[in-house]
DNA sequence: GCCAACGTTGGC
DNA sequence: GCCAACGTTGGC
């Protein structure tokens, strides 16, 4: 089972969005980056995601979510009304992925961006290289362990 | 709020 | 295909 790590702004969708509900489904749309993109794409039912706060006061991983729905093509792509619409997008010839999301589980404490920077063994992690901006990416599994380790 | 780093766009 | 201009991300 391959492990991940996505990005998002806890104002637009965190980890107590999830909590909010036992068993809350949330679809990870919107995304529109094609690394970031490809990456969707490449996960399957029951992955596990390590769910990260950025942009906001407390900034790091919050929590685990996991994979309950593959990729499929991002309505909002072809919504005029939506803050993601893409026109040269179209149902015949999508161009975004979405996938959906569910809990697994929070986090007692948020792990913080400072403390993951430290840990030895994550070097080749884009969340923690100088100027990465990438919101979706693949995680091994020894970076899984070491993360998962301090919690 | 600042600004460095990065991805995308579009003229040539 | 190059690359300058632009818009966005995201830590600080």
């Not at 949330?26 to 992955?47: H, K, T």
């Not at 803050?83 to 992925?97: A, I, T």
Request: charged share 25%.
């Amino acid at each position: 089972m391959a492990k991940w790590l996505v990005k998002s702004e806890p104002s637009e969708c965190g980890i107590d969005d999830f909590a909010e509900s036992p068993g809350k489904v949330i679809p990870w749309d919107g995304v529109r980056n094609y690394q970031a993109r490809n990456f969707l794409a490449q996960m399957r039912e029951g992955d596990d995601v390590f769910l990260y706060h950025s942009s906001c006061k407390h900034i790091g991983i919050a929590g685990i979510i996991r994979v309950v729905r593959s990729a499929y093509p991002d309505p909002t792509q072809f919504d005029p009304e939506s803050h993601y619409y893409d026109p040269k997008s179209s149902p015949e010839n999508p161009r975004w992925q979405a996938v959906d999301f569910t809990l697994e589980r929070k986090l007692n404490q948020l792990m913080p961006l400072d403390q993951i920077k430290q840990l030895p063994g994550l070097e080749s992690l884009p969340l923690v290289r100088r100027g990465n901006r990438l919101s979706v990416m693949p995680v091994s599994d020894d970076e899984w362990q070491i993360i998962l380790s301090q919690t």
